[in-house]
């Protein structure tokens, strides 16, 4: 009963999907009125028929269900009820799911923030949205129902996928497809602008907000995944450039050069086309994302279940979605010109490099992620492209970035002015120098040589980011929101450089066999073995180690590692035991039994690599701070053009 | 022949995720000296399991990966150098088992890829920049901190 | 104007390798051998049917042959024989098989049981020549000709569709040449 309630109103969800656009975008464009005003309530009724169907499948998980087929593919009996609930979006259908009730909630929240826009650019907004919902409530009926039935009901579920059975992955995905899913709103901000013939300082600041928000989601979403890889897939790795993390590391490297043109639109009317054409590609790149895991043409440690029919699908999809939007680009943007000027040392010229950075960074990850299936495609033979290639590469771009950002952040608009900073900035790379170096050689013994260089790199965004916000402070001066934001979101950077050069630099690794009681000297750290012992969980037995770790003879904690067999799926499942003692990250994994009491134990100290989800928890938070100012909060301007750059395009 | 192949794919994924191990393995060789260990560790990091999707032979649980390691260890140990255990490895199994992709004519396109950009966005920017100065020198106000001119 | 076309462009180029990626994502699993028109890898392993004696590639020299690789922990080496007993039965060339990382009396039951296509099975427990011959899964099996170069590779269960389409016309179109 409750499935085919479900099923019934995601069919409903897709009619109203399907006004929602046609309304959308038919009525501004016919000037149809009554037409335009039924978009708000065609938005309301597809959320709310989205949601009754969410509420169907949590409801068949949380009843176990095993008629459904979905439930019966993705949870048990023994499963706990927490995990039951979260197995929602385990896999492909349900995950989907989420997707379209997060863009259903987004989509919601424009309507709502809509009240300060201009109507008929708000019913545009709404439209586009409209064709996306559509879209995706369109693939899953056709291709990916997660409300298809097992005749006869399966006896039992086959499990969730034990290493999903995690906390963790409870906000992983939500919080990264709200990420994801809302770049879809600064698309929509741009296709709308295109529909209207009219983009112009106004639209930026309407559309920072939102992209902003979308992009601390991102953020911290990604960075979620690389924690719970680090702690739950057992190797201590946090970052592996595999084909799915990439898919949702290039939306984000875009949307930061969207934030960052964004603003340059917004303060001076710059950079429109920029801006309209990162806008598109942020989104572009999460549909592009969707597609790569979901399709398979691409190998990858988590890629949903490959389908060549899905894959047709969702391509067909993007070249109506990406095709008609960078359409709608080539036929506007040429009208999008300015004759505003900047000098080289200026603010806007840093943030064109940022730009073009950000995009040659993008760029990189996208072609390493793609090489195979391209050099496959083009009968080049196979090929595979892992960390060796993306490390240097990415370093490429991203160098020279992270060496001009603390200039940019002292450089006026307009005319730059650096020469009046040239005090504060060389003393604060000095500083960061010396510390850097400090740091790098005192307390750790060298290293790689970019080892110095991204320390002080790291150090000196810091500084300088700090030095304008205190000065401002010290004379008592306004510190609006945005600009703690920005400060914020820079030190965040500072601290994940930081981080991850100590992490890449310094960690220390080591396999090795321990029997009983034997030992092993890892960095500064002892490791004694102290033998296992058999566990029982909710729904899986376990083997739990015992590794007492000393320092110097001192005590400083006791790890248990285990090995977890759940009883369904037969697998068996590390879960590391981490301590983190003076920023050092104590890993300690289970390995395999070697008989007569011998074990294989995995051990790696990490220094500092929990400061990198920090940092970026920090950039998120700064975003959203950034965000939050009240300048967005204008009141509801009228519908006539304002806006200082000349060069408005007709309508 | 795609049956089969896709099959295949069932087969050698079934092998891993349903088979009674671990997702990932404790590789404890010891190698007589710390260079060897060194150069040991970085080929098994560098190449990739066969069976696994996007894994290295150093983390990999399966019993080829095993078998893999045992030979590059036995060839380190007959003192064979890198680049000879890499050669051995890519005559059976092709290019796919690197994880660094080689550089020749088939793939110089995508490790020239990041230089071409960049030299690509210098000139961009060179010329954006330059018409931008261009309009500035017909515009003599100062702007405030907010950048409204 | 034209370089506003630009990104249409080049969406429009990456849809089409997309579309060429998707075409081909059936043949993931596949890995293309590098074996193919190479000298097959020396052997010499110990042979299932007769401990005191050994199996060496030598010993096909001068005739065409199928080396199969399976093992009687593999699912699909099960489906395949039926296969391999009808490719003996068709007495067109020998099989050789490589009982790979497995247990020698289970591989003799297995055969009991299961009838024996093949004219001599060679044990490899090291894995060492499965990997000489870049096996990555079973079953595999190469066809090699007189010289001893490796013609052809099946990954996966050998079928009839396979059998017919890729390996019979390589073999009498080689005889055919005399090679």
Same mark, same amino acid.
């Given at each position: 009963?409750?499935?085919?309630?479900?099923?019934?109103?995601?069919?409903?969800?897709?009619?109203?999907?399907?006004?929602?656009?046609?309304?959308g975008i038919?009525?501004?464009?016919?000037?149809?009125?009554?037409?335009?005003?039924?978009?708000?309530?065609?938005v309301? =009724?597809?959320?709310?028929?989205?949601?009754?169907?969410?509420?169907?499948?949590?409801? &068949?998980?949380?009843?176990?269900?095993?008629?459904?087929?979905?439930?019966a593919?993705?949870?048990?009996?023994?499963?706990?009820?927490?995990?039951?609930?979260?197995?929602?979006?385990?896999?492909?259908? =349900?995950?989907?799911?989420l997707?379209?009730?997060?863009?259903a909630?987004?989509?919601?929240?424009?309507?709502?923030?809509?009240?300060?826009?201009?109507?008929?650019?708000?019913?545009?907004?709404?439209?586009?949205?409209?064709?996306?919902?559509?879209?995706?409530?369109?693939?899953?009926?056709a291709?990916?129902?997660?409300f298809?039935?097992?005749?006869?009901?399966?006896?039992?579920?086959n499990?969730?996928?034990?290493?999903?059975?995690?906390?963790?992955?409870?906000?992983?995905?939500?919080?990264?497809?709200?990420g994801?899913?809302?770049?879809?709103?600064?698309?929509?901000?741009?296709?709308?602008?295109?529909?209207?013939?009219?983009?112009?300082?106004?639209?930026?600041?309407?559309?920072?907000p939102?992209?902003?928000?979308?992009?601390?989601?991102?953020?911290?979403?990604?960075?979620?995944?690389?924690?719970?890889?680090?702690?739950?897939?057992?190797?201590?790795g946090?970052?592996?450039?595999?084909?799915?993390?990439?898919?949702?590391?290039?939306?984000?490297?875009?949307?930061?050069?969207?934030?960052?043109?964004?603003?340059?639109?917004?303060?001076?009317?710059?950079?429109?086309?920029?801006?309209?054409?990162?806008?598109?590609?942020?989104? &572009?790149?999460?549909?592009?994302?969707?597609?790569?895991?979901?399709?398979?043409?691409?190998?990858?440690?988590?890629?949903?279940?490959?389908?060549?029919? !899905?894959?047709?699908?969702?391509?067909?999809?993007?070249?109506?979605?990406? =095709?008609?939007?960078?359409?709608?680009?080539?036929?506007?943007?040429?009208?999008?010109?300015?004759?505003? $000027?900047?000098?080289? $040392?200026?603010?806007?010229?840093?943030?064109?490099? *940022?730009?073009?950075l950000?995009?040659?960074?993008?760029?990189?990850?996208?072609?390493?992620?793609?090489?195979?299936?391209?050099?496959?495609?083009?009968?080049?033979?196979?090929? &595979?492209?892992?960390?060796?290639?993306?490390?240097?590469?990415?370093?490429?771009?991203?160098?020279?970035?992270?060496a001009?950002?603390?200039?940019?952040?002292h450089?006026?608009?307009?005319?730059?002015?650096?020469?009046a900073?040239?005090?504060?900035?060389?003393?604060?790379?000095?500083?960061?120098? #010396?510390?850097?170096?400090? @740091?790098?050689?005192?307390?750790?013994?060298?290293?790689? @040589?970019?080892?110095? #260089?991204?320390?002080?790199?790291?150090?000196?965004?810091?500084?300088?980011?700090?030095?304008d916000?205190?000065?401002?402070?010290?004379?008592?001066?306004?510190?609006?929101?945005? @600009?703690?934001?920005?400060?914020?979101?820079?030190?965040?950077?500072?601290?994940?450089?930081?981080a991850?050069?100590?992490?890449?630099?310094?960690?220390?690794?080591?396999d090795?066999?321990?029997?009983?009681?034997?030992?092993?000297?890892?960095g500064?750290?002892?490791?004694?073995?102290?033998?296992?012992?058999?566990?029982?969980?909710?729904?899986?037995?376990?083997? $739990?180690?015992?590794?007492?770790?000393?320092?110097?003879?001192?005590?400083?904690?006791?790890?248990?590692?285990?090995?977890?067999?759940?009883?369904?799926?037969?697998?068996?499942?590390?879960?590391?035991s981490?301590?983190?003692?003076?920023?050092?990250?104590?890993?300690?994994?289970?390995?395999?039994?070697?008989?007569?009491?011998?074990?294989?134990? !995995?051990?790696q100290?990490?220094?500092?690599?929990?400061?990198?989800?920090?940092?970026?928890? #920090?950039?998120?938070l700064?975003?959203?701070?950034?965000?939050?100012?009240?300048?967005?909060?204008?009141?509801r301007?009228t519908?006539?053009?304002?806006?200082?750059?000349?060069?408005?395009?007709?309508? | 022949?795609?049956?089969?192949?896709?099959?295949?794919?069932?087969?050698?994924l079934?092998?891993v995720?349903?088979?009674?191990?671990?997702?990932?393995?404790?590789?404890?060789?010891?190698?007589p000296?710390?260079?060897?260990?060194?150069?040991?560790?970085?080929?098994?990091?560098?190449?990739?399991?066969?069976?696994?999707? *996007?894994?290295?032979?150093?983390?990999?649980? #399966?019993?080829?990966?095993?078998?893999?390691?045992?030979?590059?260890?036995?060839?380190?140990?007959?003192?064979?150098?890198?680049?000879?255990?890499?050669?051995?490895?890519?005559?059976?199994?092709?290019?796919?088992?690197?994880?660094?992709?080689?550089?020749?004519?088939?793939?110089?396109?995508?490790?020239?890829?990041?230089?071409?950009?960049?030299?690509?966005?210098?000139?961009?920017?060179?010329?954006?920049?330059?018409?931008?100065?261009?309009?500035?020198?017909?515009?003599?106000?100062?702007?405030?901190?907010? $950048?409204?001119? | 104007?034209?370089?506003?076309?630009?990104?249409?462009?080049?969406?429009?180029?990456?849809? @089409?390798?997309?579309?060429?990626?998707?075409?081909?994502?059936?043949?993931?699993?596949?890995?293309?051998?590098?074996l193919?028109?190479?000298?097959?890898p020396?052997?010499?392993?110990?042979?299932?049917? *007769?401990?005191?004696?050994?199996?060496?590639?030598?010993?096909?020299?001068?005739?065409?042959y199928?080396? *199969?690789?399976?093992?009687?922990?593999?699912?699909?080496? !099960?489906?395949?024989?039926?296969?391999?007993?009808?490719?003996?039965?068709?007495a067109?060339?020998?099989?050789?098989?490589?009982?790979?990382?497995?247990?020698?009396?289970?591989?003799?039951?297995?055969?009991?049981?299961?009838?024996?296509?093949?004219?001599?099975?060679?044990?490899?427990?090291?894995?060492?020549?499965?990997?000489?011959?870049?096996?990555?899964?079973?079953?595999?099996?190469?066809?090699?000709?007189?010289?001893?170069?490796?013609?052809y590779?099946?990954?996966?269960?050998?079928?009839?569709?396979?059998?017919?389409?890729?390996?019979?016309?390589?073999?009498?179109?080689?005889?055919?040449?005399?090679?």
């Open positions: 009963m409750l499935p085919e309630l479900g099923h019934f109103a995601l069919i409903l969800a897709l009619l109203l999907a399907g006004l929602q656009a046609f309304f038919a009525g501004p464009l016919l000037g149809r009125e009554r037409w335009s005003a039924a978009v708000v309530p065609a309301a =009724g597809q959320f709310v028929m989205v949601a009754t169907a969410v509420g169907c499948l949590v409801a &068949s998980f949380v009843g176990e269900d095993f008629s459904v087929r979905y439930v593919e993705n949870s048990n009996s023994a499963l706990p009820l927490f995990y039951r609930v979260t197995a929602l979006w385990g896999a492909h259908e =349900g995950s989907l799911l997707w379209i009730l997060l863009l909630a987004w989509t919601v929240a424009v309507t709502i923030g809509a009240a300060r826009l201009p109507r008929r650019f708000a019913t545009r907004v709404l439209g586009v949205l409209g064709v996306v919902s559509f879209g995706f409530l369109l693939f899953t009926l291709t990916s129902d997660p298809l039935r097992l005749d006869p009901p399966a006896a039992d579920g499990d969730l996928n034990p290493i999903l059975q995690d906390p963790a992955l409870a906000v992983h995905p939500p919080i990264l497809y709200t994801y899913v809302g770049f879809a709103v600064a698309f929509a901000f741009a296709c709308a602008a295109m529909l209207e013939g009219r983009l112009d300082q106004e639209w930026a600041r309407w559309t920072r939102w992209t902003t928000a979308a992009w601390a989601f991102l953020g911290c979403g990604i960075a979620l995944g690389s924690f719970w890889a680090y702690y739950e897939l057992g190797w201590g946090y970052w592996f450039w595999d084909p799915v993390e990439n898919a949702s590391f290039m939306p984000w490297l875009a949307g930061t050069a969207l934030v960052h043109s964004l603003a340059v639109t917004d303060k001076r009317g710059l950079f429109k086309s920029w801006t309209l054409l990162l806008a598109i590609v942020a989104f &572009s790149l999460s549909m592009l994302g969707t597609f790569l895991v979901r399709s398979g043409v691409l190998v990858s440690v988590h890629s949903f279940a490959a389908d060549p029919a !899905r894959g047709i699908f969702i391509l067909a999809f993007l070249v109506v979605m990406i =095709g008609g939007a960078l359409t709608l680009y080539a036929w506007r943007a040429p009208l999008l010109r300015s004759t505003a $000027g900047f000098e080289l $040392g200026a603010r806007e010229s840093f943030l064109l490099f *940022n730009n073009i950000l995009v040659i960074a993008a760029a990189t990850v996208f072609a390493g992620t793609l090489a195979p299936l391209i050099s496959d495609s083009l009968g080049l033979g196979t090929l &595979s492209v892992g960390p060796p290639y993306f490390n240097p590469s990415f370093m490429v771009s991203m160098l020279p970035l992270l001009l950002l603390s200039l940019g952040i450089a006026g608009w307009k005319r730059g002015r650096l020469g900073k040239r005090r504060v900035l060389l003393t604060t790379l000095v500083v960061a120098a #010396v510390l850097g170096n400090g @740091v790098v050689f005192g307390i750790y013994s060298g290293g790689h @040589v970019l080892t110095p #260089v991204g320390m002080t790199l790291g150090i000196w965004i810091i500084l300088a980011s700090l030095a916000p205190l000065d401002r402070w010290r004379r008592r001066l306004s510190l609006p929101r945005s @600009v703690l934001g920005m400060t914020l979101a820079h030190i965040g950077l500072g601290l994940a450089v930081i991850l050069t100590t992490v890449q630099s310094f960690t220390v690794e080591r090795v066999a321990l029997a009983n009681g034997g030992s092993t000297r890892v500064n750290y002892d490791f004694r073995f102290d033998g296992v012992t058999a566990l029982e969980g909710p729904n899986y037995d376990a083997i $739990g180690g015992t590794v007492t770790v000393t320092r110097n003879g001192a005590p400083v904690v006791v790890l248990k590692p285990e090995k977890r067999q759940y009883w369904v799926q037969h697998q068996a499942i590390t879960q590391t981490i301590h983190i003692d003076r920023g050092n990250n104590l890993l300690v994994a289970l390995g395999d039994d070697l008989g007569a009491g011998r074990w294989s134990i !995995r051990i100290i990490r220094p500092l690599v929990s400061l990198i989800w920090l940092a970026v928890l #920090v950039m998120a700064g975003g959203a701070l950034a965000a939050s100012d009240r300048r967005y909060r204008a009141l301007v519908e006539t053009v304002t806006g200082t750059a000349a060069g408005q395009p007709t309508g | 022949m795609r049956r089969g192949a896709g099959t295949l794919a069932i087969v050698a079934a092998a995720l349903l088979g009674d191990r671990a997702a990932y393995a404790v590789d404890t060789t010891q190698m000296t710390a260079e060897l260990q060194a150069r040991y560790s970085a080929l098994t990091h560098e190449l990739r399991c066969m069976q696994c999707q *996007n894994e290295a032979l150093a983390d990999s649980p #399966v019993q080829l990966a095993a078998d893999m390691r045992g030979v590059i260890r036995d060839m380190l140990l007959a003192g064979k150098t890198d680049a000879d255990v890499r050669a051995y490895m890519v005559g059976r199994y092709g290019d796919f088992i690197l994880f660094r992709p080689r550089f020749n004519l088939r793939t110089a396109w995508l490790w020239l890829a990041p230089g071409a950009l960049l030299l690509l966005g210098a000139v961009v920017a060179a010329r954006v920049v330059r018409r931008r100065t261009a309009l500035l020198a017909g515009d003599p106000d100062p702007v405030d901190e907010e $950048g409204r001119s | 104007m034209s370089r506003f076309l630009v990104p249409l462009a080049a969406f429009a180029l990456l849809v @089409v390798v997309l579309a060429i990626g998707i075409r081909h994502a059936p043949e993931k699993g596949v890995i293309a051998s590098p193919i028109g190479k000298p097959a020396q052997f010499s392993l110990p042979d299932l049917g *007769n401990s005191a004696r050994r199996v060496s590639s030598g010993d096909f020299k001068g005739k065409w199928l080396l *199969n690789v399976w093992g009687t922990w593999c699912y699909e080496c !099960r489906a395949e024989h039926a296969m391999l007993l009808e490719v003996q039965r068709a067109v060339l020998p099989l050789v098989g490589i009982d790979w990382k497995d247990d020698d009396s289970e591989a003799r039951t297995w055969l009991t049981q299961l009838g024996n296509p093949y004219a001599v099975v060679a044990v490899d427990h090291s894995g060492r020549t499965a990997i000489d011959w870049g096996v990555y899964a079973a079953p595999e099996s190469f066809l090699v000709d007189p010289r001893g170069i490796v013609v590779k099946v990954t996966g269960a050998l079928t009839r569709e396979v059998w017919t389409r890729d390996i019979l016309p390589r073999l009498t179109a080689g005889r055919v040449t005399g090679s």
